[in-house]
């Protein structure tokens, strides 16, 4: 086989070797004890760093036991595996641009707030608004690829209901082209409880695609369902790809997500629903999966076990690794604490530059999270208050000038001069009827005088909500500054621990008691396991029997010697931040200056 046909699954042998012998699920009646005991395994095993990566998996372990199934969505690129998500979801939740592929493997949960988890491969984990989706999964600027170096994968939380009963992981796209092996890590593929595998209706599959199926089928045990994408365009022959997938579905992602604004259960969304109710319903296969990855997590625990006891506290030869680890964690954190910090310098800075009502419209139009039933009243009559003052202003100048003009007939009628009248005018002083001009003065003096009523209606309106929507506003901007600074501090406590645990050399032995408890935990759980599954075959009940053996059998002893720590200069996390600028913005600043509707004319301009 060619390098080119030479894309992988990555980490699953054991997982061949398990369904090969025919592995027989936990019963029902024993999961909740099972699962019970493995949180009491769990507990013990956090007190270490020895084991962080082993308790990872078991925290994976116990989370994916109880959580919704998760459908790995996986093709080449371009053929619209995010799109269909978005065309599941009913909305363009993920980027999904044809010219920003996504570079990331990301999973989609249902969250009660829309949020975004970057998951790093040394086992932090940072929060970010969705609105830095882009950045994080697609983005080229540097801060994102510096952040994605050292990422393991991101988890996307969105309020939408149809994630409730199901998560979907949205792989980053491989190249059929490449001469590298297509990577996805065991930690992701042993979350995976179906495969939704898609091509383009236009495109033919190519050959590294069909080996990349059949590698799948023998380590995984799974056919995928096969979402055949861009329905709507000329279908070429697939007929090559069926032996290895379950079911063909046809769609065109890019149409039902235009039409789920309108027609969310159109039936052609029946394709798409249906696959995914599919994979609902199939709990056994679940109970399996739970089943082989407890199996390979004893393997590995007896595994770690055994090579924990070899393990000597870090020694001076490892100083220039670890300085290169400090290096690169710093790189990450920097980063990190830049989009932290921007986040809460807009929310603290809001406010500043708010002195006029105008002003304060414009920040509540322009930001979603500020718009509530009171907010966008106020503003509507904010608008019409505003309309209002200048058609008023407009009206007044109007009729000053025709005052003005009067104003100035009447002394030159006086002084007899009758030509400045017609210029004035443009008419015969003769013809100059003053009564009939007093009296359309008087009319548009009336007038202003309702535009003035009104103004002063809207502006008594705006003045008494006034005090309820500047409550509203400036208590969301805090309480979003005030997340963000905490977020930041806790970040930064975190990471000053995590750095400095890169300077600390290994803890004394008899540290290792919760690993010590544990032991005695999992034998516990094997012998139970024994006893209450009658129907393990043999050959699974002696694999249990020869890892509880390895398991027994080490004997952690203890080292009581002191070790050296050296501390780590703190600056980059003992920044200040300025404090969170207020609303400044008084009753009085909401009035706008305009003239006082003018008196009546009477017949003598007195």
Known sequence: MSKKADIIVHGVKGLQIMNKHGLVSISEENMETVVHSLEEVEEALQSNTYVRATTRILQRLLTDVQRNPIILVVGREGVGKTSVINAYLREPLLCSRSEQQ????????????????????????????????ELLSVSDRFAAQLLRESMDYLTVYAANDYLQP????????????NEQQYYIADSILQRVD???????????????????????????????????????????????????????????AKQLLQMAPKAPNDTQFIMIDDAVQDVINHTERRTQKFTRRLFMWLERFATELETVVQREPLNLSMSEEMQQAKQQIQKRNQ????????????????????????????????HDYLLTNDTILFCRVAGEYQQALREYRVKHAEYAEL?????????TRAHGGFTMI??????????????????????????????????????TQILSAYDDVYTVVTYTVKKRADDSLQKLSQFKAEQQREVRQLYYVTRKLEQFDGVRHAQRLVCVLIADLLIRESDFPEEQRASLQRIYERIFAVKIAQNAEDLDIEDLDDNMYNKPYAPFQPLHLSVDMLRSDYPAVPMYVKEDLS
């Open 166 to 177: 199901i998560s979907f992981i949205d792989t980053r796209a491989f190249e059929t082209t």
């Open 194 to 252: 179906d495969v939704f595998y898609v091509i383009r209706a236009d495109q033919e599959v190519e050959d590294t695609e069909i080996t990349w199926l059949q590698q799948l089928h023998e380590r995984l045990q799974m056919k995928p369902i096969c979402i055949v994408n861009y329905s709507d365009r000329q279908v070429v022959n697939h007929e090559k790809i069926t032996p290895y997938v379950r079911d063909m579905r046809y769609m065109s």
């Open 102 to 133: 996504t570079k990331i493997h990301t999973f989609v949960h249902y969250g009660a707030h829309h949020h975004v988890e970057a998951s790093f491969l040394d086992g932090v984990e940072a929060t970010f608004e969705l609105s830095k989706l």
């Open 422 to 459: 017609k210029r004035l005018f443009g008419e015969k002083e003769a013809s100059f009827d003053m009564t009939k001009q007093i009296e359309q003065l008087n009319l548009q003096r009336g007038l202003l005088d309702l535009m003035h009523e009104r103004i002063r209606q809207l502006e």
């Open 335 to 366: 980063a990190i604490l830049e989009e932290y910090e921007l986040e809460y310098e807009r929310y603290s800075s809001l406010f500043e530059p708010i002195q006029t009502l105008f002003q304060f419209v414009r920040l509540i139009e322009q």
């Open 403 to 411: 005052y003005e003009k009067l104003q100035k007939h009447v002394q």
